[in-house]
């Protein structure tokens, strides 16, 4: 694999500088607001309006408009590592975790739109941290690795958008592109709804190896065990105007909120289109730190008269350590409430926990819409196989059902 530049020497960013950043993005908050007009209501994921009666609108005194936003996601997990089962329940579905979060419009600076945004995870007991070593009890300490997003981004309809503070590297999800309409059950991080539990040897030892030890989708700098639940950073981001359907971005972070991780860059070309009966999207990617390149990318195509989908994911890094995931996915509408959505997948790792180590796993996900309620149902069941030089485990299964509401 051909290798990344080589990254100029960039300090750390310290807490302090972090401080200082969103001291400054307040300062600009609170400034005189200018009206928002009917076209910047449109901009963005959420309208943006009082008269709609939508209740996660408010409207500051200054006349700015902020909304709320958020999803809960509980679950109920089982998992039986080939010799004992236990039951974890309730837990926060890892795949899609529980978060609140809010976009403010700033005042409009000529062409350009800022959205001042905010997010934090509000996930207890996630399903990829419990193990046989798990109190039964809930608990959840909050702390600073709980902020997802706060950051400063400046929209412009020719120029594209600049995004400043904590979140996403342009490599984020980006081997998670999927039209099945199961990925909150099953997705290409297969080991996300068990990441921490332990393998159990052939002769009945229970290891200290965990299963998200062994998997790996290469979401960027996402590598094994260190990014938990996403590629953000603090970072300066740049994502260019679509233009027939691609876009580009970049972004340099480094890690703030952990201990572990440093400064690194990366780049990512996605690209989405419609063409006749067929919806088709992807996207490909390129991180670099200092001693690790990852190069990975997601494909989607979904036949909108049958629902029928197939969803393809690759990487690796070039000092070792590789995957392949596929997915086959139905969509249909048997009733009127919502879609349901059934798909099977398949994953494989290799040399990702050690040189000459493989892992597999095959999932059956189920996902039920209710649209008027914002509500998804959904029930996954999944195989593990792993193995490592020397070592020899059972075969685990995983099985997971749960809600999740979207506001």
Known sequence: ???????????????????????????????????????????????????????RTRELF?????????????????????????????????????????????????DWRPVFRAEIGITPRPSNSVNLDTPHNVDWIADE??????????????????????????????????YSGTKVAAYSDVSAIAAAQFLRLTNGTLSTAQVGEFIDNFEGSNITGTYPDGDRKMRARYDSPEFHGL???AAVGNEVLRDEGGTNADAALTYEREFGDYKFASGIGYSWESDTKVLSGSMSALHKPSGLNLTMALGGQDDGGDFSYFKLGLLRS??????????????????????????????????????????????????????????????????MTGLRWVF
């Open 1 to 55: 694999m051909t290798s990344g530049p080589t990254l100029p020497s960039l300090k750390p960013v310290s807490l302090r500088t972090f401080r200082c950043a969103i001291l400054l993005v307040a300062v600009m908050i609170i400034s005189p607001q200018a009206p928002i007009s009917a076209e910047e209501k449109k901009i963005d994921l959420t309208p943006f309006s009082d008269g709609t009666g939508d209740w």
């Open 62 to 110: 200054t006349g700015a408009l902020v909304t709320f936003y958020g999803q809960l996601s509980p679950a109920i997990l089982n998992y039986d590592d080939g010799a004992v089962g236990r039951t974890y329940a309730p837990v926060g579905n890892s795949n899609k975790t529980s978060r609140i979060g809010l976009r403010w419009h700033i005042r409009q600076l000529g």
């Open 145 to 178: 690795t709980n902020i997802r997003k706060l950051e400063l981004i400046l929209n412009h309809s020719r120029l594209g958008a600049l995004s400043f503070g904590q979140g996403s590297m342009a490599t984020d999800s980006i081997t998670e592109v999927d």
């Open 247 to 249: 876009i580009f971005s």
């Open 334 to 399: 048997y009733w009127a409430f919502g879609e349901s959505a059934l798909s099977i997948d398949f994953y494989q790792g290799n040399d990702i926990y050690s040189a000459g180590s493989r892992s597999r796993s095959v999932g059956l996900a189920f996902v039920q819409s209710f649209d008027r309620l914002n509500l998804q149902g959904f029930a996954l069941l999944r195989r593990y196989s792993f193995d490592a030089a020397d070592l020899d485990f059972l075969d685990s299964t995983a099985m």
